[in-house]
């Protein structure tokens, strides 16, 4: 497929995600260019490259009539993303994290802004953030010597999840290991402080199976590993570059959560990226 292709696909792709109220937002509150972009949606791309368009998407900017505009979650985590990969072109190093209001530059800016520029890789991390606007839970029955016992688990459990992966049928089991490395990725990006409180330490020790050999670094780079691990595995649902890449992916997801979803905490001027 080449990337005329790619993008063709993509696009029909954000159409599916996208409302009628998305639209009207891209376009600026005129109804009559709503049926062209459902027509045309590579549109919805060339529009969200924009960066004035993104920006009023993500300012939440009330209608003409004074309305609040309710516009979807994948539209908010879109134009995040679009934003920022529109940011990194022509970057030579892009802050990465080392603590919580710690960042150093890292000389990989050409390398995060070819991942970014993937239509491929922007719809995947869009749809990603998207379905963590609500969280999934539920029980997992367990039999031990003493009898069946009755686990809760949530979707950023992962450990959690991973057991009940592996009680799907084998031909049902490629979504969850897709749902495992989002959640990896996930918390590596967007809750760093968070991961490292739950897995590193004591926690370590339910997490490093799933990974595998725990590498140097932070409890991060063990997520990274996991998410790989786990995409590997999830078949064509996945890109490519996200299986080979999940320090990419992680990287983008931390500039987009924070200038775009930390930024409140005073995260978004220590990026470096606007």
Known sequence: MDDHETREVVARRYGEHLTDADLLALCGDRPDQVAALRRHPVLVLDLLDRPPVAEAVLRADHDRAGRFRHVSPFLVFAAAVHRVAGALVGRSHVPDRTAPRSRVPVFDGPVLAAFAADPAHRLFLAELLASYARLASGVLWRRDPQGP??????????????????????????GGWRRLGDGALFLAGVFPEYAERTYGDAGLTRLAPLAGPRPEGP??????????????????????????????????LALVADHHLHAQEGYGPATGVR
């Open 149 to 174: 016992r009755r686990h809760r688990w949530d979707e950023l459990d992962l450990p959690a999840l991973a057991e009940l992966v592996l009680t799907l049928p084998e031909d049902q089991r490629a």
């Open 219 to 252: 409890v991060t780079e063990l997520l990274e590993a996991l998410a790989g691990r786990a995409y590997a595995r999830a078949g064509a649902a996945v890109p490519s570059g996200v299986v080979e890449s999940p320090h990419a992916a992680r990287r983008v």
